[in-house]
């Protein structure tokens, strides 16, 4: 069967494209709209071309499986000029997504036609790339400098509404799609057509602009390529004619192809695809979740709370008492109310989140609940007055979690009726932002309960990860021995500020320390001491000395660094200084990239002995709770990418 297809109504020729799942444009699809196009400019009873796709989406970008292969003809640019170029105008009917190579098809089109939930990008810089058929050099053309700075170097899609405003597309379409694009096709054939994209002169910008877009950029990247050479693009797309800047672009483009960091965001890429459905649970069915409730309103819980509303579930919270409900749903307004904020939510939808949820101290609500999640203080015996209320009150099928980040999943469980339907789902703060869902099995649990942890994970557009059961899971785990060896290198007579440059200097948005003043030293303080309480031989760190000596991180104005009141700037401390000098013995120099190197080094020794443990299933589960749980750099591709490639240098 053709991936691309002609059918006719009356003068216009309508070709659609079906190669499910994303109409991804692979060598079939290329040459077949190269076909059409020869085949309907011979036609003389077509006067114009809808151009559409079967499916749920328009043409979602290039195949990446062919990222790695030789470049096979016909060439997307050359497919794109022949559609703009072509004696019979076409028109993009656009549904679902029309992203990268998708929209660069789109804007060979004379017009472009879209219904009001479609969305229009350039994603390409997420993949370390930047547009290789022409979408640095149309965009500009089409809706200004400013517009496609932004489309292009941040890689983020708009949507129908959005792109209409902008000019990058005609017409928002309510109703049929099909019947629409062809009726607009008639009405535009009785007036002048615009002219090609390519046709049209470029807009200018004063040298200033692209010297403060630049800086924007480049402090926004924090060391990855493929935005900056995106606006080279874009800048030579403006002060070139038309076809030096496209071979600008695709020399670019296959410059960038060929680079380490395509590599790792490629591997990153397919990692989060295959994360949702782990072939493990492939025909498992999940059970249906219409409602949940979290027990505990603190930061964590509130954060849980507010994404499952965020996923349209009707959430019961649960507290202790009356006031500590009512802290919680304070919390919950705060969290919705800095949505409105930053834009991200109306405030008509902030108030419809909120009056989702309710509040309440009596368990026997619970009774009808399909998922129950529990965010209360880490203490094991508080956890398991809490599931021992549950096991009471739920139903024999409902799901009950865990949200614990290092108390044993199994003795939480201990003595739960059915415990088949128990599991751990680990989110990290804040729960309503942070992407990353470590989802942890007991030897017991079900795999419809397993498979059911996934299926909520969708819900809420998490990226969720399997762990085994440790101290720490797998992410946590990691994070201490990467505290540690930065400990040790401070020990070895390296600075608090050298080891955080470094690490920002990697990518990381913040070093070790920095990290540990901002989340709160006494948090692993607590957790340590726990250890020791019960009889483990947990040797002393130095940040167990400095929260002795009331220094808990920016909260008490001091941890690892002083701060200045209403300051968060991190100011190297001599009490710092005096309270660890004894502990130091002065090794030999290390730069930045020694010191990256050594710690990324030793995130990916822990994680191969994760892996040979079976805590984690394979490498890549490691790299995605490093880069969407700890702020590991993604366009390095996690430690044990990084590793596994032999990279020797922080570069």
């Known amino acids: 069967m053709s991936v691309v297809t002609i059918a006719r109504e009356g003068n216009i020729a309508v070709v659609t494209i079906d190669n499910p799942p994303v109409n991804a444009l692979s060598q079939a699809v290329r040459q077949g709209l190269l076909d059409a196009v020869t085949a309907l400019d011979g ?4 006067s114009a071309v809808v151009l559409a796709c079967a499916g749920r989406t328009f043409i979602a970008g290039a195949d990446v499986s062919e990222f790695d292969k030789p470049p096979q003809p016909p060439h997307l640019p050359d497919v794109v000029s022949a559609i703009e170029l072509a004696a019979k105008p076409w028109i993009a009917a656009i549904h679902g997504s029309a992203l990268g190579g998708g929209f660069e098809v789109a804007l060979g089109c004379r017009f472009r036609l879209a219904t009001v939930d479609a969305s229009v ?7 370390g790339l930047v547009p290789g058929a022409g979408g640095t050099v149309r965009t500009p053309r089409l809706a200004g400098v400013e517009a496609a700075v932004d489309l292009v170097t941040t890689g983020k899609p708009v949507r129908a509404p959005r792109g209409l405003e902008l000019g990058l597309i005609d017409s ?10 062809i009726a607009f096709a008639r009405e535009r054939l009785v007036g002048p057509l615009p002219q090609p994209l390519s046709l049209r002169p470029a807009p200018t910008a004063p040298d200033a602009f692209w010297t403060e877009a630049e800086a924007a950029i480049a402090k926004r990247a924090k060391g990855e390529v493929a935005p900056l050479k995106a606006l080279a693009c874009l800048r030579r797309a403006t002060e070139a004619d038309f076809a030096a800047a496209m071979q600008f672009e695709r020399a670019t483009f296959l410059e960038l192809r060929a680079s380490s960091q395509a590599a790792a965001l490629r591997h990153v890429f397919f990692a989060e695809r295959a994360a949702p459905r782990p072939a493990a ?14 027990i505990g309103g603190g930061t964590m819980g509130a954060g849980i709370a507010a994404a499952l509303r965020d996923a349209g579930l009707p959430v019961i919270l649960i507290e202790r008492d009356n006031a500590a409900v009512e802290r919680g749903i304070a919390n919950l307004k705060d969290i919705f109310a800095s949505a409105v904020k930053r834009g991200r939510l109306t405030e008509a939808s902030a108030e419809a989140r909120l009056a989702g949820v309710l509040g309440s101290t009596d368990y026997a609500m619970l009774a009808d609940t399909d998922l129950v999640i529990e965010a209360v203080f880490e203490e094991l015996s508080v956890k398991r007055q809490v599931f021992a209320r549950l096991g009471r009150v739920c139903r024999p099928d409902a799901v009950l979690a865990t949200n614990t980040s290092y108390l044993d999943p199994r003795a939480i469980a201990e003595g739960l009726p059915n415990p088949g339907r128990f599991i751990g789902l680990h989110f990290f703060s804040p729960a309503n932002v942070m992407k990353l869902l470590e989802i942890v099995p007991t030897p017991q649990t079900t795999d419809t309960t397993l498979a059911t942890g996934f299926a909520l994970s969708r819900m809420l557009g998490k990226v969720p990860v399997r ?18 060896e930065a400990e040790a290198l401070v020990r070895q007579g390296v600075a608090i500020a050298a080891v955080d440059a470094a690490m920002r200097g990697y990518g990381f948005a913040m070093g070790p320390f920095e990290a ?12 340590r001491e726990g250890a020791r309480a019960a009889g483990q031989d947990v040797p002393e760190t130095l940040g167990d000395i400095l929260v002795r000596a009331g220094r808990k991180g920016q909260k008490t104005g001091g941890g690892w660094y002083d701060y200045k009141p209403g300051d968060r700037r991190p100011v190297p401390s001599d009490e710092v200084t005096r309270l660890l000098g004894a502990l130091i013995e002065p090794g030999p120099a290390l730069n930045a990239e020694a010191i990256a190197v050594h710690l990324v080094g030793a995130m990916a020794r822990e994680g191969e002995a994760i892996l040979a443990e079976g805590i984690a299933e394979k490498a890549s589960d490691i790299d995605l709770v490093e880069i969407h749980g700890y702020g590991f750099p993604r366009w390095r591709g996690g430690p044990m990418f990084h590793a596994a490639k032999g990279a020797g240098s922080s570069s």
């Open 43 to 46: 036609d003389p009873d077509v």
């Open 121 to 127: 990008g350039l994603p390409e810089v997420t993949l």
């Open 172 to 181: 928002v379409v309510e109703g049929d799609l099909r019947t629409a694009a």
């Open 281 to 294: 649970l492939s025909g498992v069915q999940a059970l249906p979740l219409r409602n949940a409730a979290v």
């Open 467 to 484: 762990a085994g059961i440790c101290e720490g899971f797998i992410g946590n785990r990691i994070l201490k021995r990467y505290r540690a």
């Open 516 to 527: 540990q003043d901002l989340g709160g030293l006494d948090i692993a303080f607590l957790q």
